[in-house]
């Protein structure tokens, strides 16, 4: 794929390695991209941005063993459409 993708997903991390690795490993994803603060990852059927949360932010986060859930999101996915206004109007 060349370019930015037209749908993916943007995942929040508080350790970028980790996070990478394991979707890497899970969904057979190559890195197509990486600098210090992002990981972009292709697989056959989606892209992935890993993208690192800042330092300061990343010491006031605290994940469990298990993890709890939280009402914030890490997670945001990303769409392309045709007109903007348009899709505006229509949500």
Avoid: C
């Avoid at 991390?13 to 969904?27: D, G, I, P, T």
């Avoid at 994803?29 to 993208?51: E, F, G, M, N």
């Avoid at 605290?62 to 990303?78: N, S, T």
């Amino acid at each position: 794929m060349r370019g930015p993708a037209r749908t993916g997903v943007l995942i929040y991390a508080k350790n970028l390695a980790w996070v990478s690795a394991f979707y890497e490993r899970v969904l057979g994803a190559r890195v197509v991209h990486s600098d210090p603060q992002h990981r972009v990852l292709q697989s056959p059927d989606a892209q992935l941005i890993v993208h690192a949360v800042p330092q300061h932010v990343a010491d006031g986060i605290v994940i469990g063993a298990p993890p709890v859930p939280r009402e914030d999101q890490a997670i945001k996915p990303f769409f392309t459409v045709e007109n903007l206004a348009t899709a505006e109007a229509e949500v």
